[in-house]
């Protein structure tokens, strides 16, 4: 196969598996009680308040939330977006997901009803001549206590998900990943879709959470610097609609 031809293959995986990401830890994947989420968030200042206080953002603050080819080196450009709010906002469950692990599947087929429905969700997909990408979807909550509680379920995966399985035609698999410390709360994980491993980490502004899906070939730097942009960005997003 040449080059092109596997750039192209890699891009199919790399558009596969940030779907199934975004099925997996988009609302309506989470506990089935929809009680209090389990486990520790990446770092200590994550805890939001105990009574709700951030709004969800409008449409147009998450737009201008998104990561644009300008905050990329020179060659990046945009291949596709969703900037009509509801990007992701419709998705109840991974169908057709199967796991050997019955703590998976609970997690996966939970209605998660304490979070309820995203208010607003946008998505962009940017990539660059040698087929590299970063997904960047972003989705605004109820309140805070709703998107601390969606952020959790991607810390739950790999503990409850850590044999994988398989959905929409392709084997996933998971593990712990260190994702730089950003926003109020960041956690990540490595997802394997099809032998690719990719870097997925979300981080929670109030109530609002962005998704950052890096493609197999990103470097450590690399991934650094584009997780503390998609966290500035949000932040300054998020600061007036909290004053």
């Not at 019955?102 to 995203?118: E, F």
């Given at each position: 196969m040449n080059s092109t031809g596997a750039g192209l293959l890699l891009k199919k995986t790399v558009a596969g598996a940030v779907c199934v990401a975004a099925m997996l830890v988009t609302s309506g994947c989470g506990a089935?009680?929809?009680?209090?989420?389990?486990?520790?968030?990446?770092?200590?200042s994550a805890s939001p308040s105990p009574t709700p206080t951030?709004?969800?953002l409008s449409v147009g603050a998450l737009s201008e939330a998104l990561l644009t080819p300008g905050d990329m080196p020179?060659?990046?450009?945009?291949?596709?977006?969703?900037?009509?709010?509801?990007?992701?906002?419709?998705?109840q469950n991974l169908q057709g997901w199967k796991s050997s692990s019955?703590?998976?599947?609970?997690?996966?087929?939970?209605?998660?009803?304490?979070?309820?429905?995203?208010?607003?969700?946008v998505g962009r997909s940017l990539e660059n001549d040698d087929f590299d990408s970063v997904e960047t979807r972003i989705?605004?909550?109820?309140?805070?206590?709703a998107a601390a509680q969606n952020i959790s379920q991607l810390r739950e995966i790999p503990g409850k998900c850590r044999g994988g399985g398989k959905a929409a035609g392709a084997?996933?698999?998971?593990?712990?990943?260190?994702?730089?410390?950003?926003?109020e709360e960041s956690v990540g994980i490595q997802m394997n879709a099809m032998g690719f491993p990719f870097n997925v980490v979300q981080i929670r502004e109030g109530a609002t959470v962005v998704e950052v899906t890096f493609s197999p070939s990103s470097e450590t730097a690399f991934v650094q610097d584009v997780?503390?942009?998609?966290a500035a960005r949000l932040k300054a997003a998020s600061e007036p609609a909290q004053q």
């Open positions: 089935e009680s929809g009680g209090q989420p389990e486990g520790k968030a990446s770092h200590d951030a709004k969800p020179a060659g990046w450009k945009v291949d596709e977006e969703h900037l009509d709010g509801k990007d992701q906002t419709d998705r019955a703590s998976c599947n609970a997690l996966v087929a939970g209605t998660n009803r304490a979070i309820g429905k995203p208010a607003a969700g989705t605004s909550y109820k309140d805070d206590l084997t996933m698999k998971f593990k712990k990943w260190t994702a730089p410390r950003a926003g997780t503390r942009k998609a």
